[in-house]
């Protein structure tokens, strides 16, 4: 009995680990506290547990009521609610002798909320979720939503059903996998039809559970029905598919459409009935709606792993939480990610360059104070990305308000046979006005993680080489606009129409020939690469040996984008022909480097974008006055002629000597015209 001791004493910590502090924990869900109970007495098949922590919903209900009633469909079934019939779910599967019924409701949600995203069928490896998971119970125990919910915004999968398939034994964790994808969120619905049936019409199966006897399925009117309306704790974990109203069970009318894990020799071909009336069937549940592509540059700064339970707080619905991270390599930050326990919570996040341990100073960034609906994993979008060096530490302020919980701040502790993770030292603080910071960790009174999250990417860093035609001097190009050369960039207008903030307080160097725009595309293949494929862009100045530096005249470009698929580089000038990649740009020791000069095919298009220059060397093509992408009468009359005869930092100046003068006409205009743009749009 000594995990049934641990668990009940977590109730009262006050008393215990927090004395020295106002801190106190939340009070555990007596309905987990029954599970673990009745595990313990060795009730067999007691697979999936409700949350440890009751979550509050007061608020949904309290505003609910200010609403008049939905109307939903008097039957709704995702086994043919599809395009023409179709169905909206994966196949049925079968967990055998295997306690892993909550891993593969896990799953059954989340293949079906992709499926309904249009994405097809996916089968996903419940064996790595089950073995992998991170916390004490073996792989075929027992699990529930929140450690599903652990497992994936930590980024361990999903992981592919044919990369680790289903073995139903407790097996040990296959590392080293790629995920299908990343799942950025969870959410935990209250105990509401409403809530329910308009998530699973407008997102897909929720992943719920119950408790399974024997007793109470039973064949009605041709459907196999369940209903159970004791007082014990959940047993199994199931989907819910969809309903019927009119549909009759033991304990009334109306039911839930479920999908079990026992096969298509089960009830329905593995499908049942359970009765709105049951006293458990709404109570515990999770849905994580939301799908990103798996990117390799993805980092996350997390120290809970295991984390989203037990919850923290000052007796009082708003908390403050503090948490130090160190970079780990350059990187841009574009989220961070942490949970609620109550409908209708607020989230407001600072990042800080300094704290002293009382004071924190110099803010990088923030994210305005932020609504949260429903109870789960949130993640929330920094307005800009923030770029970090390597080395550097930063810290992230978080304003919990979780209106009726007086508990709003989750973390990651030791509790025996559950969790069992590394704390770490000098890393998180809580407050309960953000003046007064207490330390949490590894030997404090509060040993806990703080489960905060920070999402970042590598930095995409180019090394590009262009020549342009105007310029080149049969060895590199001249520098005669140096002097001439606008101190802000200038592609803010008509085509280009970019609205970067590139400006320097004078021209870094004197082997500055101009400033070109620089845009990333990510595609899979150089067809593709069109303006729809466009991640970033960026105005650079290009020095006259046809390297492309930032603004301070020597480094590589760097841009806070990550790169999915494969890379494509376009470089603008404002009166030379565009030019793209012909082929992805390769990354060599973390940069990814191209050289359109050593020859022609280098530019999409060839020929047709892109000229020899002679002496081996190729470039961009001169005389687009107008920039639109054409080299026509256009270029000579609405701009050569017009500024014929001016000097200065000039659209006609093809040869940019700054001088508008027949040489640029005759040299770079006349040879040119009819030549245009290979760049897709």
Same mark, same amino acid.
């Given at each position: 009995?000594?995990?049934?001791?641990?668990?009940?004493?977590?109730?009262?910590?006050?008393?215990?680990?927090?004395?020295?502090?106002?801190?106190?924990?939340?009070?555990?869900?007596?309905?987990?506290?029954?599970?673990?109970?009745?595990?313990?007495?060795?009730?067999?098949?007691?697979?999936?547990?409700?949350?440890?922590?009751?979550?509050?919903?007061?608020?949904?209900?309290?505003?609910?009521?200010?609403?008049?009633?939905?109307?939903?469909?008097?039957?709704?079934?995702?086994?043919?609610?599809?395009?023409?019939?179709?169905?909206?779910?994966?196949?049925?599967?079968?967990?055998?002798?295997?306690?892993?019924?909550?891993?593969?409701?896990?799953?059954?949600?989340?293949?079906?909320?992709?499926?309904?995203?249009?994405?097809?069928?996916?089968?996903?490896?419940?064996?790595?979720?089950?073995?992998?998971?991170?916390?004490?119970?073996?792989?075929?125990?027992?699990?529930?939503?929140?450690?599903?919910?652990?497992?994936?915004?930590?980024?361990?999968?999903?992981?592919?059903?044919?990369?680790?398939?289903?073995?139903?034994?407790?097996?040990?964790?296959?590392?080293?996998?790629?995920?299908?994808?990343?799942?950025?969120?969870? &959410?935990?619905?209250?105990?509401?039809?409403?809530?329910?049936?308009?998530?699973?019409?407008?997102?897909?199966?929720?992943?719920?559970?119950?408790?399974?006897?024997?007793?109470?399925?039973?064949?009605?009117?041709?459907?196999?029905?369940?209903?159970?309306?004791?007082?014990?704790?959940?047993?199994?974990?199931?989907?819910?598919?969809?309903?019927?109203?009119?549909?009759?069970?033991?304990?009334?009318?109306?039911?839930?459409?479920?999908?079990?894990?026992?096969?298509?020799?089960?009830?329905?071909?593995?499908?049942?009935?359970?009765?709105?009336?049951?006293?458990?069937?709404?109570?515990?549940?999770?849905?994580?709606?939301?799908?990103?592509?798996?990117?390799?540059?993805?980092?996350?700064?997390?120290?809970?792993?295991?984390?989203?339970?037990?919850?923290?707080?000052?007796?009082?619905?708003?908390?403050?939480?503090?948490?130090?991270?160190?970079?780990?390599?350059?990187?841009?930050?574009?989220?961070?990610?942490?949970?609620?326990?109550?409908?209708?919570?607020?989230?407001?996040?600072?990042?800080?360059?300094?704290?002293?341990?009382?004071?924190?100073?110099?803010?990088?960034?923030?994210?305005?104070?932020?609504?949260?609906?429903?109870?789960?994993?949130?993640?929330?979008?920094?307005?800009?990305?923030?770029?970090?060096?390597?080395?550097?530490?930063?810290?992230?302020?978080?304003?919990?308000?979780?209106?009726?919980?007086?508990?709003?701040?989750?973390?990651?502790?030791?509790?025996?046979?559950?969790?069992?993770?590394?704390?770490?030292?000098?890393?998180?603080?809580?407050?309960?006005?953000?003046?007064?910071?207490?330390?949490?960790?590894?030997?404090?009174?509060?040993?806990?993680?703080?489960?905060?999250?920070?999402?970042?990417?590598?930095?995409?860093?180019?090394?590009?080489?262009?020549?342009?035609?105007?310029?080149?001097?049969?060895?590199?190009?001249?520098?005669?606009?140096?002097?001439?050369?606008?101190?802000?960039?200038?592609?803010?207008?008509?085509?280009?129409?970019?609205?970067?903030?590139?400006?320097?307080?004078?021209?870094?160097?004197?082997?500055?020939?101009?400033?070109?725009?620089?845009?990333? &595309?990510?595609?899979?293949?150089?067809?593709?690469?069109?303006?729809?494929?466009?991640?970033?862009?960026?105005?650079?100045?290009?020095?006259?040996?046809?390297?492309?530096?930032?603004?301070?005249?020597?480094?590589?470009?760097?841009?806070?984008?990550?790169?999915?698929?494969?890379?494509?580089?376009?470089?603008?000038?404002?009166?030379?022909?565009?030019?793209?990649?012909?082929?992805?740009?390769?990354?060599?020791?973390?940069?990814?480097?191209?050289?359109?000069?050593?020859?022609?095919?280098?530019?999409?298009?060839?020929?047709?974008?892109?000229?020899?220059?002679?002496?081996?060397?190729?470039?961009?093509?001169?005389?687009?006055?107008?920039?639109?992408?054409?080299?026509?009468?256009?270029?000579?009359?609405?701009?050569?002629?017009?500024?014929?005869?001016?000097?200065?930092?000039?659209?006609?100046?093809?040869?940019?000597?700054?001088?508008?003068?027949?040489?640029?006409?005759?040299?770079?205009?006349?040879?040119?015209?009819?030549?245009?743009?290979?760049?897709?749009?």
């Amino acid at each position: 009995m000594k995990q049934i001791i641990i668990v009940l004493s977590l109730a009262f910590l006050t008393v215990s680990g927090f004395s020295q502090s106002k801190l106190s924990k939340a009070p555990v869900n007596t309905d987990y506290i029954k599970f673990i109970e009745e595990y313990e007495s060795g009730e067999t098949e007691m697979f999936a547990a409700p949350s440890p922590y009751e979550l509050n919903f007061d608020k949904y209900f309290k505003k609910k009521k200010g609403f008049s009633p939905k109307s939903f469909p008097v039957v709704y079934d995702m086994r043919t609610a599809g395009p023409g019939g179709t169905s909206l779910l994966t196949s049925v599967k079968h967990q055998l002798s295997c306690g892993a019924c909550w891993a593969f409701a896990t799953y059954g949600s989340i293949e079906s909320v992709w499926k309904v995203m249009g994405l097809g069928d996916y089968d996903l490896s419940e064996n790595n979720l089950k073995n992998c998971h991170g916390f004490e119970p073996l792989p075929c125990q027992w699990g529930h939503h929140f450690m599903s919910t652990a497992y994936l915004v930590r980024g361990s999968g999903p992981i592919p059903e044919a990369d680790d398939p289903y073995i139903p034994t407790n097996g040990c964790c296959t590392g080293g996998l790629t995920p299908t994808a990343y799942i950025p969120i969870a &959410r935990y619905l209250p105990e509401d039809r409403d809530a329910f049936k308009e998530t699973i019409m407008n997102t897909g199966a929720v992943y719920n559970t119950y408790r399974s006897e024997s007793g109470g399925y039973q064949w009605i009117n041709n459907h196999y029905t369940y209903c159970y309306q004791g007082g014990l704790s959940t047993t199994h974990a199931i989907a819910i598919v969809g309903w019927n109203d009119t549909l009759s069970t033991a304990c009334g009318q109306g039911a839930w459409i479920a999908k079990n894990e026992y096969g298509t020799g089960f009830g329905e071909d593995g499908f049942f009935y359970i009765a709105y009336q049951d006293s458990l069937v709404l109570k515990y549940n999770a849905i994580w709606h939301e799908r990103e592509e798996y990117d390799t540059g993805l980092y996350i700064y997390q120290y809970d792993t295991i984390g989203g339970w037990p919850f923290v707080g000052y007796e009082d619905s708003i908390a403050y939480a503090l948490i130090k991270y160190v970079a780990q390599g350059d990187r841009f930050l574009t989220k961070i990610g942490t949970y609620t326990v109550s409908f209708g919570s607020y989230l407001e996040v600072e990042f800080y360059d300094d704290f002293d341990g009382a004071n924190l100073s110099n803010i990088l960034t923030y994210i305005p104070e932020q609504y949260c609906d429903y109870p789960g994993f949130w993640s929330l979008e920094l307005p800009e990305p923030l770029r970090i060096n390597n080395g550097d530490d930063f810290f992230i302020k978080v304003k919990y308000n979780s209106p009726g919980c007086d508990y709003p701040i989750a973390v990651e502790e030791f509790s025996e046979d559950y969790t069992n993770p590394h704390i770490e030292t000098g890393k998180c603080w809580t407050s309960e006005d953000a003046i007064v910071w207490e330390a949490a960790g590894l030997g404090t009174v509060n040993e806990f993680d703080l489960c905060i999250k920070v999402f970042g990417y590598d930095i995409t860093k180019v090394d590009l080489k262009v020549m342009l035609e105007g310029p080149f001097n049969g060895t590199d190009m001249n520098t005669d606009l140096n002097a001439l050369l606008p101190l802000s960039q200038p592609y803010s207008v008509n085509p280009w129409n970019y609205n970067g903030t590139e400006t320097v307080t004078g021209i870094p160097n004197q082997d500055i020939v101009d400033w070109v725009l620089v845009e990333l &595309r990510d595609t899979t293949e150089t067809n593709s690469a069109t303006e729809a494929t466009v991640i970033a862009q960026q105005a650079a100045f290009l020095l006259n040996d046809g390297s492309v530096v930032g603004l301070d005249g020597v480094s590589n470009l760097k841009f806070n984008n990550s790169v999915t698929h494969q890379l494509f580089v376009v470089v603008y000038h404002r009166n030379h022909i565009p030019v793209m990649s012909a082929y992805p740009v390769t990354e060599t020791g973390g940069v990814y480097e191209y050289d359109f000069t050593d020859a022609i095919d280098k530019a999409f298009g060839g020929a047709n974008g892109h000229k020899d220059l002679g002496n081996g060397i190729f470039g961009m093509i001169g005389g687009d006055g107008t920039a639109n992408g054409q080299i026509n009468n256009n270029d000579k009359n609405d701009t050569w002629n017009i500024q014929r005869g001016e000097s200065g930092y000039k659209s006609g100046d093809f040869n940019m000597n700054s001088l508008v003068a027949d040489p640029d006409k005759n040299d770079v205009w006349i040879p040119n015209s009819g030549k245009g743009s290979q760049v897709p749009e």
